[in-house]
């Protein structure tokens, strides 16, 4: 089956501690626990084949081979500035030995007034720079609102402390350090936030007990006040699953987290309204209303993702699974949108799920069916999130047998969060996996970012879990339909144009659709053979296909274009090359 790239115009030891359980779902009717011994067939199904689209275009920023991109929730990994470009950074290595020794933040910049990323080298491995000159990890991103400089935490280890470095220039790659010891020795997992008056707060768990918060900022450059614990009266997570947040626009912070020794787990989040000086109560957030009667709504270590947009409105993203007589479940796994200023507060985004019995492997560690959410939102307030979902019969052979992941995003219907469109699977499937998408916090254009892993080994080389592999890192660009006024410049009847046609290794297929719902877009070749199809819900908008015909013979081919009740045809010349 050829490919359709499609464009829409309209560790730390503590990874393996305490969540490490065989992995269970939750059927339909009844709660069944799903183990390694669960009956297969003796042959298992050949692997179905890809859709044969891609969304978008993907440009792969660098790799890595520390392929354990987060313990818990992912961070805001890729942030835009506007007069600028676009950053990203990751946790990188080059290495095969299982301590990683060369492990560091990587960064790389997106020029928009070259039209291109500074640091590409045909070796992907070797693209983008390191920010920091000895070995670290677990940072995140966020860029001074100030200056457009990228700003970086990492815990380092010699001594372990969390050490802050930020950009000279925008994009200029040459970063100067603000070494955290000796206030912040002894603490790690550090996620960063940059306020509007250029405040940079640090989130933490510090290493003596390993599953306790602490609070730090930066006034000034290179200023850390003394860290102080944020969860009390509330359970500390127990876990690195927490996150920061705050405002460009004001003065607020907020923190997440999530405790993960309940039955259920709670959630909880805590608000500075004056630049982290004071902080209000720490508040249970409570459960969303995903399930009923015996089954219980518990919230996963993959929460949470706070995030205040360009109105200084919160929001919180949470994923959370069906819990049963003290036991969670992999599926169905929600993601799920809440806003204090929404009534009802909470929105589900998604449900990711399949019949138990479909279920043909283990989602690996620290993961659910659908899971990882992150947030950002376009020029005219529309709010977007991406997440990571398994495909239940995509398998990574063993052992272990593991299930592969995509890469999905859902857009609000421009309501602050309470109603969402349906999830859009921006990744072909393969035998490779996306993992840890992060989405950009702000875009002004038309083109969605969100940047991910693709893994060519399910399982991860840091958790034992098969070889050790060069995985590159990417950020894919969606072009989107934004804005309000734009949603309504409806076409009026379906229609279908290929160009150029006649082609020769090429061609683009735009196609208009007046109505929202199923659509069925085939091409084939002389011989009546279907050679390229995609069959999915869209929405009503104009759209832009690209055929790559390399591999075909010259001919007459057939494209066939059905929505709802309606059919359109055309003929494709492909000549001789």
């Known amino acids: ?104 933040m990587r960064y790389n910049f997106y020029d928009y007034s070259m039209g291109m990323w500074n640091w590409i080298d045909p070796d992907y491995m070797q693209s983008g720079v390191n920010v920091f000159t000895e070995r670290c990890g677990y940072g995140n991103l966020d860029v001074n609102p100030v200056t457009d400089v990228a700003t970086v935490p990492a815990h380092l280890h010699t001594p372990l402390a969390t050490d802050v470095a930020r950009d000279l220039a925008p994009g200029a790659g040459i970063f100067e350090y603000c070494p955290g010891s000796p206030a912040l020795e002894g603490y790690l997992w550090p996620p960063l936030a940059v306020s509007q008056n250029q405040t940079i707060h640090l989130h933490m768990i510090d290493d003596a007990s390993r599953n306790a918060i602490f609070y730090s900022r930066g006034v000034t450059w290179c200023d850390w006040s003394t860290p102080v614990g944020l969860a009390a009266p509330q359970p500390n997570p127990t876990f690195p699953n927490h996150n920061i947040a705050a405002s460009k626009v004001s003065d607020k912070v907020c923190v997440t987290w999530e405790f993960s020794g309940g039955s259920p787990d709670p959630g909880f989040y805590r608000i500075s309204t004056d630049g982290g000086t004071t902080w209000g109560n720490s508040t249970d957030l409570p459960w969303p209303a995903a399930h009923g009667g015996d089954t219980a709504t518990s919230y996963h270590i993959t929460s949470f993702f706070p995030y205040y947009d360009r109105q200084d409105k919160l929001h919180i993203l949470a994923g959370v699974m069906p819990f049963v007589a003290g036991q969670g479940y992999i599926i169905p796994a929600d993601i799920w949108h809440w806003s204090p200023d929404n009534t009802p507060n909470w929105a589900r985004i998604h449900r990711g799920t399949c019949q138990a019995q479909n279920l043909q492997a283990a989602v690996g560690y620290n993961a659910l069916y659908a899971c990882r959410p992150s947030i950002g939102e376009d020029r005219y307030g529309g709010l977007y999130v991406a997440w990571e979902q398994f495909d239940s019969s995509n398998v990574e052979p063993g052992p272990p047998e593991l299930l592969r992941a995509d890469i999905f995003y859902a857009r609000d219907n421009y309501d602050n969060g309470q109603t969402w469109t349906p999830g859009v699977k921006i990744t072909d499937r393969s035998s490779v996996s996306h993992r840890f998408p992060s989405i950009i916090d702000r875009f002004n254009g038309d083109t969605l970012y969100i ?27 969606v072009p989107v339909t934004t804005g309000i006024k734009e949603q309504k410049q409806v076409p009026l009847h379906l229609a279908l144009k290929a160009e150029p046609n006649p082609f020769s290794n090429r061609t683009r297929l735009n196609y208009s659709l007046p109505s929202t719902g199923r659509v069925e877009l085939e091409i084939y070749d002389p011989t009546g053979r279907s050679v390229a199809s995609r069959n999915e819900f869209q929405a009503a908008g104009r759209y832009t296909v690209t055929w790559h015909a390399q591999d075909m013979s010259p001919g007459v081919y057939v494209v066939k274009l059905k929505a709802g009740n309606e059919l359109v045809t055309r003929k494709l010349v492909m000549t001789a090359r």
């Not at 891609?54 to 354990?68: H, I, L, Q, S």
């Not at 080994?457 to 034992?464: D, E, I, L, P």
């Open 1 to 104: 089956m050829q490919k359709l790239c499609i464009v829409l115009l309209a560790a730390s030891t503590l990874v393996l501690a305490g969540k490490l359980n065989p992995v269970t779902v939750l059927p339909e009717e009844i709660a069944i626990p799903y183990s390694e011994e669960v009956t297969r067939p003796a042959t298992p199904p050949a692997p179905a084949e890809g859709d044969g689209f891609v969304v978008g275009v993907v440009d792969t920023v660098g790799g890595t081979t520390y392929d354990w991109c987060a313990n818990g929730p992912i961070y805001r990994m890729l942030c835009n500035s506007p007069d600028y470009g676009i950053h990203v950074v990751w946790m990188y290595s080059a290495s095969d030995q299982t301590t990683h020794p060369d492990r560091n």
């Open 451 to 477: 940047f991910y892993q693709i893994d060519q080994h399910a399982g991860f080389f840091v958790q034992g879990q098969g070889p050790c592999t060069n995985n590159a890192m990417v950020v894919h660009k």
